[in-house]
T-cell receptor, first 115, second 115 residues
Framework: EAEVAQSPRYKITEKSQAVAFWCDPISGHATLYWYRQILGQGPELLVQFQDESVVDDSQLPKDRFSAERLKGVDSTLKIQPAELGDSAMYLC?????????????FGPGTRLTVT | AQSVTQLGSHVSVSEGALVLLRCNYS??????LFWYVQYPNQGLQLLLKYTTGATLVKGINGFEAEFKKSETSFHLTKPSAHMSDAAEYFC?????????????FGAGTILRVKS
């Protein structure tokens, strides 16, 4: 069964350092989502791509976060510099397209700890 | 704007007992509704969804949920809890496609199953 892949699964970094997460969606899925899940809360959408274009990044802290999906396939989310409050689980999800976006398939996530 | 309220951050049931996880939503248009399950350090897995049609929806692992428009609720139930049901459950809402496709999650309910 096709799955969304994410790496690394765990990342510990010091504040002010740069960190990057990678996501490979299910093959053929045009829409890709990055979510942040703070402990004790539900996931919150950070950015949504349709192919290589950003369609929603309203909740992305653009002063330190960036995301790209250059070829419309895999994607990278970067934080620079990391802050203590960035400690969270970062989830990637994909769906066939924005029309069927209710069928979102999630990866295992990257748990980030900032010290 | 849409929002989701999950009543009870923690629910504890005995094995074999009824599971009831509560979800209420706020939406200006009839929404699509979802329940996801998350096991420790894993991504989210879709349990079931309501889009249109029959208001009682059945999902995986014996779970079901009923959409009650008059009560703006979408409670999740399972007749008999199993130890393997212990996990965190998230209710989510999104508007019909023509109004956007952003998923909004509740804060989650941790289900504990006692032997």
């Amino acid at each position: 069964e096709a799955e969304v892949a994410q790496s690394p699964r765990y990342k510990i970094t010091e504040k002010s350092q740069a960190v990057a997460f990678w996501c490979d969606p299910i093959s053929g899925h045009a829409t890709l989502y990055w979510y942040r899940q703070i402990l004790g809360q539900g996931p919150e959408l950070l950015v949504q791509f349709q192919d290589e274009s950003v369609v929603d990044d309203s909740q992305l802290p653009k002063d330190r976060f960036s995301a790209e999906r250059l070829k419309g396939v895999d994607s990278t989310l970067k934080i620079q510099p990391a802050e203590l409050g960035d400690s969270a689980m970062y989830l990637c999800a994909s769906s066939l397209d924005h029309v069927s976006s209710y069928e979102q398939y999630f990866g295992p996530g990257t748990r980030l700890t900032v010290t | 704007a849409q929002s989701v309220t999950q009543l009870g951050s923690h629910v504890s049931v005995s094995e074999g007992a009824l599971v009831l996880l509560r979800c209420n939503y706020s939406s200006s248009v009839p929404p699509y509704l979802f329940w996801y399950v998350q096991y420790p350090n894993q991504g989210l897995q879709l349990l079931l969804k309501y889009t249109t049609g029959a208001t009682l929806v059945k999902g995986i692992n014996g779970f079901e949920a009923e959409f009650k428009k008059s009560e703006t609720s979408f409670h999740l139930t399972k007749p008999s809890a199993h130890m393997s049901d212990a996990a965190e459950y998230f209710c989510a809402v999104r508007p019909p496609m023509e109004y956007g496709n952003k998923l909004v999650f509740g804060a989650g309910t941790i289900l504990r199953v006692k032997s």
